[in-house]
């Protein structure tokens, strides 16, 4: 049975930082692009990085680049989200998935069924 655990969350006063990490079981992912996720309270779920198979490839959301980073540790099965210069509007609920590519980005289609999540919550 596959699992996804989203872990790292919790508060951060605007401006900080957090490394979100998401260890996948039961199957190996290192053949698959992988990608973050967020839904913020009373919004979908939306898209927020991905990071390709081979790792040497990366595509950000609009709102994230240049604060957020993916990166991935194969042999450990887990992938990473460093996130800096967090503000209100990052508060969310955050996702990882293996991901499949449906059109040009930032269209995937996730393959495993959704992790707990791990909440991230911005407020001073």
């Known amino acids: 049975q596959v699992q996804l655990a989203e872990s790292g969350g919790g508060l951060v006063q605007p401006g900080g930082s957090l490394r979100l990490s998401c260890a996948a079981s039961?199957?190996?992912?290192?053949?698959?692009?992988m990608a973050w996720f967020r839904q913020a309270p009373g919004k979908d779920r939306e898209f927020v990085a991905v990071i390709s198979w081979t790792a040497n490839s990366t595509y950000y959301a609009d709102s994230v680049k240049g604060r957020f980073t993916i990166s991935r540790d194969s042999a450990k099965n887990t992938v990473y989200l460093q996130m800096n210069s967090l503000n209100a509007e990052d508060t969310a609920v955050y996702y990882c998935n293996a991901v499949v590519p449906t059109g040009p980005p930032p269209n995937f289609k996730p393959l495993e069924a959704w992790g707990q999540g791990t909440l991230v919550t911005v407020s001073s």
């Open positions: 039961g199957r190996t992912f290192s053949n698959y692009a």
